[in-house]
Each structure stands twice: as structure tokens, then as C-alpha cells.
């Protein structure tokens, strides 16, 4: 006879059995390149719906805190984002003409002959690389804040073996944020100095005397604008450079890392090709939002030309940058034990010192010889453009308008400052001297 315990035990036994499943075949299929990049496709707009309703879901929060954010948002937003979207749909765009480096260089001359007669186009092109040095050396800051027993768990964690996924974490979001920051400071003398040089190069047209008081009042009237172009810009080549860069992607098919890529790099193209006029509408006191218009309109009407000179002009910068990269590993050489900390790791922060000599070489040949030959053709191009559709450019003469750009400008080096000063209280050492958890 079967006692309750029993029959409990086979209760549960029988209630807990485990069940059996019969395995499903999967079938996959095999699918053509030109299959791949359909779908690819279709997820970018699969994608691009699912944020619009994400959008639309959170606008009631966004309207209740737009007293607030507006405000910030609107400084340094990307209003000219419709250049892009509207240059990478020409035809045109994917049959690049052939180009020589004739086509930058011939400019030589003009811009040559310019430098000699307004000097001041030099000294702006000094200026913007003295800025651009010191946004390094400022960037350079944060690194040194880390620790060197940070840097040397973060290379024990991409040197060991399984997923590298978040080892440079630690570092990573603090570094994101200040070099955001850094561009921004750096852009607003960039700005000026840029607007600046393009003054010159219109005054001399129209036969006035050209000064480097009479350049910075004219910059200076538009320099709200300016600053925040050049700091789109800035954060466009910077995320483009980051891309760029070798990156260990499991989860991306090779096809589809191609398609990528080349949409990244048609974009960025697109995007450097149709603001080339935004400068020089800029120059002439346009806002933004018209010289992204102006611009657009300026490029069609001088598609070829604006093309070959780009094309030529990133050339020659990437091979200035060739050039650079192999200093660098000079420079590497040279430090011999140098670049090693006592701990045994690389010393991050003075291999980063140490590179701002090919740095400052590569950047000096750039921002004092190539960019003022860059710049003057294309307002001499916008010149021309101008003429041709009966407009004659007018400079701005009201350098008070400027204020709100200065305060503004002030403020963010005030908190630059405050940062550096109190990164103790307010805990981002702590952050930046965490190390890599295994």
C-alpha cells in the first residue's frame, strides 16, 4: 500500500518531468551583394522611422523642458544639416572628375601674391595655429589626469585574451566630453581668424585698404555664426578621422562594413563639397541657415571647379598627414625607453607630449600655407559667382554684435578653468582613476 508521502514524491516527480523539444530546422539563405545592400538599406529606413516615433513619444517632455534646453540647443546646432542631405543626391557626387594637384597649387600664385601685399593673411594663419596647438595641449590635460596604473590596465585588459569590448571605458566618456569641449573653445578663434582672411581677400577686390583692425572688426560682426560653424565642422572631421580609424567590429559583417563606410565617406564628402561656400557667405554677414542655402546654390553653379579644388586640397592634407603619422613613429623611436612608464607599460601621456612636434609641423604647414590658398580661392570662386548673378558683396562693419559670442565664449573658458582647478571636488579624478575591473 502507498503511503501520502509516496504519492507526494511521485507527484512532484511526475509535475517537474522535464519536456522534450524537438529541434526546428533553420533554413538560410544565401543571399547576392546586391540583396545585402538592399536590406541594409531598408534597416537605415527601418531605423530611421523607429527614432522618428521614439521622437514623437518623448515630444511632450521635450516641449515641457524646451524653456530650458532650447536655448543651448540652438547655440550650436547643426542648421545647415540640409547641405548634405541635398549635395549627396547629385549625380554629379558620384563621378568625381579627375583632378590634378595643379588644381590647388596654380592657386599659388594668387594667394601668394595677396599674402605679400595684406600680411595680415599670415598672421591669421599663424593665429589659427596657435590656437589649434593649444587645443592639443588643452586636450593633453585630461590625459595626464589619468593615472599611469589606469593605462596599465586598460592594455592588460585589449592584450588579454576574449572580448576587448570596454576596456578604454574608463577613459573613454571623460575623454569624449573634454575633447568636445576643446573643440568648441578652439573653434571660436578659428572662426574669426577664417572669416578674418576671407575679409581680405574682399576688400582687396574691391580696391580698400585691408587691416588687420579693419579684418577683425568685419569678422567679429558675424562671429556668433561663424563659431558655430566652425565647431560643426570640427566635431564632422573629428567623428570622420575617429571612423576612420581600425576598429574590430565581430558583429558586422565585412559587406555590410563596406557599405557602411562608403556611405560615411559619401556623406562626409558631400558634407565638405556643399559648405564650401558657407565661409564666404559668412564673410559677407550672411546667417547661417542663408549660407547653407547661398552655399548650395554656389556649388551647382560651380560644381567642377569646387570639386577638383577640394579633391586636390584633401590630398595634399592627407599626405601632409602621411607625413605626420611617420614623424610620430620617429618620434616613438627617438623616446626609446622613454615611452615606457617604471611600471612597465607605455607611457600614454609623454608619448602624447612628445607628439605634438609632427603635430605642430603637420598642423603649421596646414593652417599657414594650405588653408589661406584654400580659403582665398574659394572667395575668390564666390567673388566671381557673385558677379555673375549680380550681387555685389557687402562686409559687415558692426563688431558690437559680437558681444553675445564673447560672453558666451568667456563663460566656457571660466568653466574650463573651474574644471582644471576643482577636478578634485567635484570627483572626475576619482572617475579618471578607476581602473579596469577583470
Known sequence: MTSDKDKSKEFKSERFKAKKFEPRKIQIKSMSQREMEDNYRKSLASAKERNKAIKQFFLPLTNFLAPVTRPFSNMFSNKIKFVTDEIVEMPELSRIPIFSKKDFTSKIGYALSLGLKEKEIFFFGIMQWVFVILGYVLWLQMLSWIPQPVWDSIQQCLDGPGDTDGCTVAADIPLMLWGILCILLVSFPIGIFSAAMGTTHFLHNQNEESTIIKCMQASLSNAWTSWSFHFIDGLITVRQIIRRLPQDNKYEPEAIKAIRRAREEALYYAWKVGTAGVLPSLVVGNNLF?????SIRFVKARFLEIVKLRAAYSTICWI?????YI????TMWFMGDMAFADTGGLAIVKIYQYMVFPIAIATM????????IYILTLCDLYSEYLESIGEEPKLPEDPSTAKKAVIVFGIICVLTICIILFRDSIGLSDILSTPIKF
Open 327 to 330: 614623424g610620430a613613429c620617429v
Open 290 to 294: 542663408n549660407s547653407g542655402k547661398n
Open 365 to 372: 604647414i596646414v593652417m599657414i600655407f594650405l588653408r589661406p
Open 320 to 324: 601632409v598627414g602621411i607625413i605626420a
